[in-house]
């Protein structure tokens, strides 16, 4: 693709502030933060099938960072996963996920398919040195909501479990089809 047409996708908000050199880091990162979430969904959908949604917070818990750790260790990327009502307290964005959180945000509100929403851009990091960042959002799926819907309609030992494990817990009162976070990586840039 010549760099006019980059630049016309650029401008028409089809994709972030990316170059044709960068394609291949960017299909790489795609690659990378795509793989995580089904695996997740698989392992709740069975915890879930098993013990019910609040035997499945528990997976979650300890699933999602080793998955992020896995996914790290075989493609070089820093994975994890950001929200900007986290329930995690390492799940805090930094300031630069937090703005792509923002604007996946207004873009899903505006009527964007949060499942396509992503972000890739070279930044230099609060060290003066250059990376690669990548972002891709995680829309809310029916299985979310035994868990992250609303307070309101969240069960008596999910609510319970929640309290116990995350006594500040801001991942709740979601709806289908909304932005619960994100999958952010990272890396160098060469």
Known sequence: MNSFAWMLLLGAGLVGPVVA????????????ASAVPPKLLEVLKAEIDKGGPAGAIEAC????????????????????????????????PDAWEQLV??????????????ATL???EEVVNAQGRAERRFMRALPVQELCLNCH???????????ERLRALYPDD?????????????????????
Do not use: H, I
């Open 21 to 32: 050199a960068e394609a291949d880091w960017v299909a790489q990162a795609r690659g990378v």
């Open 61 to 92: 818990k300890d699933q999602a960072p080793q998955l992020a750790r896995a996914a790290s260790e075989r493609s070089g990327w820093q994975v994890r996963r950001v929200s900007l009502k986290n329930r995690n307290p390492k799940a805090v």
């Open 101 to 114: 959180l923002q604007e996946f945000d207004r873009r899903a509100a505006a009527g964007d398919n949060p």
């Open 118 to 120: 992503e972000r890739a």
């Open 149 to 159: 819907g609303p307070a309101a309609n969240l069960s008596a030992p999910v609510l």
């Open 170 to 190: 801001q991942g709740v009162g979601y709806s289908v089809g909304q932005v619960r976070g994100a999958m952010t990586l990272r890396q160098p840039a060469p």
